[in-house]
T-cell receptor, first 114, second 117 residues
Framework: QKEVEQDPGPLSVPEGAIVSLNCTYS??????FMWYRQYSRKGPELLMY????GNKEDGRFTAQVDKSSKYISLFIRDSQPSDSATYLC??????????????FGAGTQVVVTP | GAVVSQHPSRVICKSGTSVKIECRSL??????MFWYRQFPKQSLMLMAT?????????EQGVEKDKFLINHASLTLSTLTVTSAHPEDSSFYIC?????????????FGDGTRLSIL
């Protein structure tokens, strides 16, 4: 069993809809949770970074962490065609500048249709 | 801020060639850099972690002599794929973290697509 599970999709939504993405994990030591967006042939771009449980909002993006359920979510409101990309969840037990290794999900491909 | 530049973006070369990939942090000092490999439609797999001025720590199954990593300064790390073969063809991505304080995430370069003929 993988430490981080993420549905690879593709997830297709109409423009303006809410995109809902999630990951589950098995390692209760994970405390740092991230969402990255990766366009084709590009490196991942950090979208959201949260520590421990709770919600965090940044513009159209909302990240939620439920450590009791080992479940994290990313919501994208008012989706745009430019949001079409692969979204990767990542998590770590320690801060990455303290040699904390990131465990990535497989990534969910999102397609926002005009 | 937190820009990571990776060069080259694309390499095509013959089997047996050694290829060097550079990873630079442009606007911050990166005490720790990471090297990943990504196959099509798969997630990133960590290859090694490098700290400035010390030897890299390789993940299980990654050949140290095959993938040489040098982190000579706070803004530059290099990955050299020695005597590359077609099975080494992949997308290689580096990331860097500031190390100035805890809770700093990794910032990624745009990757290098390596094709070995």
């Amino acid at each position: 069993q993988k430490e981080v599970e993420q549905d690879p999709g593709p997830l297709s939504v109409p423009e303006g809809a809410i995109v809902s993405l999630n990951c589950t994990y098995s390692n209760s030591a994970f405390q740092y949770f991230m969402w990255y967006r990766q366009y084709s042939r590009k490196g991942p771009e950090l979208l959201m970074y949260t520590y421990s449980s709770g919600n965090k909002e940044d513009g159209r993006f909302t990240a939620q962490v439920d450590k009791s359920s080992k479940y994290i979510s990313l919501f994208i409101r008012d989706s745009q065609p430019s949001d079409s990309a692969t979204y990767l969840c990542a998590m770590s037990a320690k801060p990455t500048d303290s040699w904390g290794k990131l465990q990535f999900g497989a990534g969910t491909q999102v397609v926002v249709t005009p | 801020g937190a820009v990571v530049s990776q060069h080259p973006s694309r390499v095509i070369c013959k089997s047996g060639t050694s290829v060097k990939i550079e990873c630079r942090s442009l606007d911050f000092q990166a005490t720790t850099m990471f090297w990943y490999r990504q196959f099509p439609k798969q997630s990133l797999m960590l290859m090694a972690t490098s700290n400035e001025g010390s030897k890299a720590t390789y993940e299980q199954g990654v050949e140290k002599d095959k993938f040489l990593i040098n982190h000579a300064s706070l803004t530059l790390s290099t990955l050299t794929v020695t005597s590359a073969h077609p099975e080494d063809s992949s997308f290689y991505i580096c990331s860097a973290t500031t190390g100035w304080s805890s809770n700093q995430p990794q910032h990624f370069g745009d990757g290098t697509r390596l094709s070995i003929l």
